[in-house]
């Protein structure tokens, strides 16, 4: 392709289209004015109203043990499928497994929360658990949507490492549990951090699917800023997106520095 | 080995169980019990009849102490059909995810293909920041859309201080906004595919075409458009797909009558609290996505097999 003006003005254009609402979001969350949009000072009063909110600190709290929790178990699970599906070979429930596997990838949020909260009112009524339905209810969900996941990032390292070592070990005499832990889980360690942060994002940010199954009391973060926003202009949610997207970029900031100074101790 | 492991590994094997099909058995029966039942469950609730009860439906099988009588309740899916609220929201799903996927397309490809073209440092720093937006929280951005949109937003208000309109422009609330709003969250999911198909892209062969004479316009038409086909069609897929169902966006950002699916399957549960006709509405809605899942994985295929 020709050397043009056109693909850089394309690429900034686009990441202007990215970048402009966050940028509005940060700058009117350091309004004085109540309004989100008109200027009227800098203040900070609306992160001041946060941190004295009860609702939004507990909302908070709850999602971030969720987030812990079903990353973690989704991480194991999620392992597990990656690991079956490209050092197993062939079994009998493998095209079963492939299919479960990927298709919450791709299935809408709203019948994943509606069949999953249909599956625990029957559940309840026959077995009588999950009794009543809460945290408990929502990591089950989002164990279940991120594991597919991480099956996927790990299932790309496998791909990507040199199987031989492993085969070297086998036959050098040590067992496959053996092999497993000593020798496979340290080299795809990176993937499986990759997993659990975006399990730990997916399940942070879900609102459609925790909606669905969740009962009173549990109310999420995304749930109590959708019933926040829904009812209209409201600064101290601007407010929560600057911190959350502070956060974002320090560790994003921090995960490429480390890269960085891998990638050039490699070189060295 | 150790005695104790001989003794257990031998009686699970006389059950039929090796430590490997228990490697196998753990995330399936986990899968299965949470995934796939599920949609048997709801499979079976959309045939049966809504009742002020709770949970708020009557049971399918009703057992008098004598026999059983099966009660299968078809009224779900006639009124689906019926009623032309759920046609036309199916079709103007269908309509909002083909246009924004064309649109991302449109935005994604020359993006990717700048990035996939650009010198090392910067084509990681482009890359990252193409994937920074989608770990902040979706909802927060698409409310952010909402102080762009609005008659007192962002973009009116300079509109207007630049005198360029003197009455604000309705953005908020139409389907124009909805637009938007799926094309900037599913951007980097067009993005990704195509910068992944691109940068594996020999530069030797648009060198040859453009040494045989082809020019930039040609050299794209027959070289570089052909070859990237499978990235297309990935990116196009995981826009698509998810932005059918969207519930979020089309709440946020659209009007009172921009009803897409996953807002109809959304008030059907929660406003009317009629689960049933919900449940309805999920399992049509699973066979109106499995035919774009099926035609775009076999044109993948094709687009695979070609290279």
Known sequence: ?268 | MTGARRVTESALGRLGLSGRALVVAVPLVWLLVFFLIPFLVVAKISLSEVTIARPPYLPLLEWDGLRATLNLNFENYAYLWNDPLYGNAYLFSVRVAFVSATLALLIGFPMAYYIARSPEPRRTLLLTAVILPFWTSFLLRVYAWQGFLRSNGVINNTLISLGIIDTPIVMLQTDFAVYIGIVYTYLPFMILPLYANLVKLDDSLLEASADLGGRPVATFFYVTLPLSMPGIIAGFMLVFVPAIGEFVIPELLGGPNTLMIGRVLWNEFFANRDWPVASAVAIAMLVVLVVPIMALRSAQARAEEKR
């Open chain 1, 1 to 268: 392709m020709k050397r043009g003006i056109f693909l850089p003005l394309v690429t900034v254009l686009g990441f202007v289209f990215l970048y402009a609402p966050i940028l509005s979001l940060i700058v009117f969350s350091f309004n004085e004015s109540r309004l989100v949009t008109v200027w009227g000072g800098f203040s900070t009063r609306w992160y001041g109203q946060l941190f004295r909110d009860p609702q939004i600190l507990n909302a908070a709290w709850i999602s971030l043990r969720v987030a812990v929790v079903s990353a973690s178990i989704a991480v194991v699970l999620g392992t597990l499928v990656a690991f079956v599906l490209m050092r197993f070979g062939r079994f009998r429930s493998r095209a079963l497994l492939t299919g479960m596997a990927t298709a919450p990838l791709v299935m809408p949020e709203v019948i994943t929360g509606l069949s999953l909260l249909l599956l625990f009112v029957s559940m309840e009524q026959l077995l009588g658990w999950p009794a009543g339905r809460g945290e408990t209810t929502i990591i089950i969900a989002h164990i279940t949507f991120c594991l597919a996941y991480v099956a996927v990032v790990v299932q790309s390292r496998l791909a990507g490492m040199d199987q031989s070592v492993e085969e070297a070990a086998m036959d050098l005499g040590a067992r496959p549990v053996r092999v497993f832990f000593d020798i496979t889980l340290p080299i795809i360690a990176p993937a499986l951090v990759a997993g659990w942060l975006l399990a730990f994002t997916l399940s942070l940010d879900d609102l459609v699917i925790a909606s669905f199954v969740t009962g009173p009391g549990a109310s999420t973060l995304p749930m109590v800023i959708f019933s926040k926003v829904r009812l209209g202009v409201s600064p101290d949610v601007n407010a929560l997106a600057t911190i959350i997207i502070g956060i974002v970029a320090l560790g994003v900031g921090i995960a490429m520095w480390q890269m960085r100074r891998a990638i050039r101790r490699d070189r060295e």
